[in-house]
């Protein structure tokens, strides 16, 4: 499981605006450290959670400040990726990723 450190933690749990962070869209992504959450639960809670988990430990301002990002969109651009939100809560489903998530 991936570690965050307290500073991190505490962002994510009191939902303090980022300040001072660099946007996605002039960061990549951690894809190799996403690669092993694919088709899994992630272990952060929500669109900061998950960017949070996805920003790469170099451009996190030493755990100061956060990756900026819409969190009204439903989708995050980074230099190397798109994430793309989906809302499936509700209903009786299953949820399925095809060959382990890729």
């Not at 301002?61 to 900026?68: E, N």
Request: aromatic letters at 8%; hydrophobic letters at 40%.
């Amino acid at each position: 499981a991936a570690r965050v450190s307290r500073q991190k933690l505490a962002e994510l749990v009191l939902q303090r605006p980022s300040t001072g962070g660099a946007s996605t869209k002039t960061l990549c992504a951690d894809l190799a450290l996403l690669r092993r959450h694919l088709g899994q639960p992630c272990p952060h809670f929500g669109k900061k959670g998950v960017v949070q988990l996805a920003t790469p430990a170099q451009a996190s301002d030493g755990g100061k400040a956060p990756a900026k990002f819409n969190k009204y969109a439903g989708w995050v651009e980074w230099q190397n990726a798109v994430f793309l939100w989906v809302n499936a809560s509700g209903g009786s489903f299953v949820n399925t990723f095809a060959s382990g998530g890729r």
